[in-house]
């Protein structure tokens, strides 16, 4: 079987998208990254753009990265997510 190089699952709806269709959130160390491009080190997760707004209002990265992910990267998130549906 083989995989396709790009794709990665996103954590909150489990839908598998090219890398470049995903947010990468990373934590490296003790501090944490969102790369909307999908290129960064450390523990990471993806998030879809049609799941963006639960993540933020439930903040489900706490619980995907098993830490608490300051208000900073939820307020960069929402940003994001309004200048993206202006």
Same mark, same amino acid.
């Given at each position: 079987m083989t *995989? &396709? !190089?790009n794709v990665r699952m996103c954590m /909150? /709806? *489990?839908v598998? $998208? =090219?890398k470049s &269709? $995903?947010?990468k959130i990373s934590k490296? &160390?003790?501090e944490f990254k969102v790369n909307? !491009?999908?290129n960064s080190n450390g523990k990471s997760i993806y998030? /879809? %753009?049609n799941c963006l707004s639960k993540v933020i =209002? !439930? %903040?489900l990265l706490d619980k995907a990265l098993k830490c608490d992910v300051n208000d900073d990267v939820y307020e960069m998130l929402k940003n994001y997510e309004q200048a993206k549906n202006n």
């Amino acid at each position: 079987m083989t *995989r &396709e !190089k790009n794709v990665r699952m996103c954590m /909150c /709806c *489990r839908v598998r $998208l =090219d890398k470049s &269709e $995903l947010i990468k959130i990373s934590k490296v &160390e003790n501090e944490f990254k969102v790369n909307f !491009k999908g290129n960064s080190n450390g523990k990471s997760i993806y998030v /879809c %753009k049609n799941c963006l707004s639960k993540v933020i =209002d !439930k %903040k489900l990265l706490d619980k995907a990265l098993k830490c608490d992910v300051n208000d900073d990267v939820y307020e960069m998130l929402k940003n994001y997510e309004q200048a993206k549906n202006n």
